[in-house]
C-alpha cells in the first residue's frame, strides 16, 4: 500500500499490539495495524531511504549499525541468544573511533558536574581531545528570557539560566567532531540539539527525582509511579 492520501491515520507503532515476530518492520511476511507506515508510507519510505544516497550519511548510519552489532557477544554462536556487552559510555568511545573523530564536545548539566569530571577523564584517557560546556556558562540572568521572581529555583537571589545556545555555541567555536549530551534538563537539551553543528548523542539525561534513570518511573507506572497516568493537575506556585 502506498501513501495515497494526506487523511491516512498517523503512525501509532507505539500501540503496535503485533508480537515482534508478526511484524512487518520485523519480518518479511509480517503484518500490521492500519496506521503502520511500513505499509501506508512507501513513498515517504523511499525519500527517506534517499537520503542514505548521501556518503556522509551513509557512512555515520554504515557505523552506527556497526556498533549497535558490536554491543552483543558470541554473536557467532548457533542458536544465538542475545547478550548485551558494554556500556554506553563504551560505545559512544568505539563509535568515535569508527568515524574517525577526535575533538569530542562534552556539554553538561551544572549538576552533574562530578559526573562530567569523570566522563571527562575516561574520554581523554582513550585518547579524544575533550572540550566540555557547562549549562550555566556565561552566567546569564535568567530576567533575560522573562523569568520572575517566583518562577525562580532560589527566589530572592541572582540565579543564571541554562544557556544551551551558549553551549552549542561553545562546542561549534572549538570546531568538535561530536557532541555528548549529559544532564541536560527538559527543553535545554533541545536548544542544544538546534543549535549544534557537530551531531550529538547523549550519555544520560536529567532526572532529579530517579538518579537520572527516567525508565523507572516508566517501569513502575502501574505501580508505585501510577500517578504518572493520572491527568497533570495545574501547577501552584506559592
Do not use: W
Not at 35 to 61: G, I, S
Not at 89 to 96: D, R
Not at 194 to 199: E, L, V
Amino acid at each position: 500500500m502506498n501513501d495515497t492520501s494526506e487523511k491516512a491515520p498517523a503512525p501509532a507503532c507505539a500501540a503496535c499490539a503485533m508480537p515482534a515476530a508478526k511484524r512487518i518492520c520485523v519480518q518479511p511476511k509480517g503484518t500490521g495495524a492500519k496506521e503502520c507506515p511500513t505499509l501506508t508510507r512507501q513513498a515517504l519510505l523511499a525519500q527517506a531511504n534517499q537520503a542514505y544516497a548521501a556518503t556522509e550519511v551513509a557512512e555515520f548510519a554504515r557505523q552506527a549499525s556497526r556498533q549497535e552489532a558490536d554491543g552483543y557477544a558470541n554473536r557467532h554462536e548457533r542458536p544465538y541468544v542475545m547478550q548485551p556487552a558494554k556500556p554506553r559510555i563504551v560505545e559512544i568511545g568505539e563509535f568515535a573511533r569508527k568515524m574517525g573523530y577526535q575533538r569530542l564536545g562534552l556539554a553538561f548539566c551544572i549538576g552533574l558536574a562530578k559526573e562530567a569530571a569523570v566522563v571527562d577523564q575516561i574520554f581523554q584517557a582513550q585518547g579524544f581531545e575533550m572540550v566540555s560546556a557547562a549549562c550555566k556558562a556565561g552566567r546569564t540572568p535568567k530576567e533575560r528570557i522573562g523569568i520572575t521572581d517566583a518562577e525562580k529555583i532560589f527566589q530572592g537571589r541572582d540565579e543564571a539560566m541554562c544557556n544551551p545556545i551558549f553551549q552549542a555555541m561553545l562546542l561549534n567555536e572549538a570546531k568538535t567532531d561530536f557532541n555528548i549530551l549529559l544532564g541536560l534538563c527538559v527543553g535545554h537539551d533541545s536548544l542544544f540539539f538546534k543549535y549544534a553543528q557537530a551531531p550529538t548523542t547523549v550519555l544520560a539525561v536529567k532526572d532529579r527525582v530517579t538518579g537520572h534513570n527516567p525508565l523507572a518511573a516508566v517501569y513502575l507506572a502501574d505501580s508505585y509511579y501510577r500517578k504518572i497516568r493520572l491527568p497533570a493537575k495545574k501547577e501552584t506556585r506559592p
